[in-house]
Nanobody, 123 residues
Framework: QVVLVESGGGLVQAGGSLRLSCAAS????????MGWFRQAPGKERDFVAV????????DYADSVKGRFTISRDNAKNTVFLQMNNLEPEDTAVYYC????????????????WGQGTQVTVSS
């Protein structure tokens, strides 16, 4: 059982940066790959980034490559999403998830989810 809590969202102007954090409970954090997804109003939850259990492999959605960086600190049971050069199209609720599927990019592969944190980018 894993409980995930996101933080770090907020309001930022286009071109700005934010760093999201996802704190996990439990002793099994390092056994899961971790991902970030986002959902805009009226739209489906979309893949953003994923990181392997040890942090050695990452993958990103094409829309955020070169701008976002996912990382994790297993000693602190935390995963991060550094977001740079934000655009209005990045506005969404951002969720972190834990998956036992290797490098999962589909939402149905994630067993646990946080409650989300709002990111709003103004033009």
């Amino acid at each position: 059982q894993v409980v995930l809590v996101e933080s770090g969202g907020g309001l930022v102007q286009a071109g700005g940066s934010l760093r999201l954090s996802c704190a996990a409970s439990g002793r099994t954090f390092s056994a899961y790959g971790m991902g970030w997804f986002r959902q805009a109003p009226g739209k489906e939850r979309d893949f953003v980034a994923v990181i392997s259990r040890g942090g050695g492999t990452t993958d990103y959605a094409d829309s955020v490559k070169g701008r976002f960086t996912i990382s994790r600190d297993n000693a602190k049971n935390t995963v991060f999403l550094q977001m740079n050069n934000l655009e209005p199209e990045d506005t969404a609720v951002y969720y972190c998830g834990a998956s036992s599927v290797l490098m999962a990019t589909r939402g149905y592969s994630y067993r646990y989810w946080g409650q989300g944190t709002q990111v709003t980018v103004s033009s």
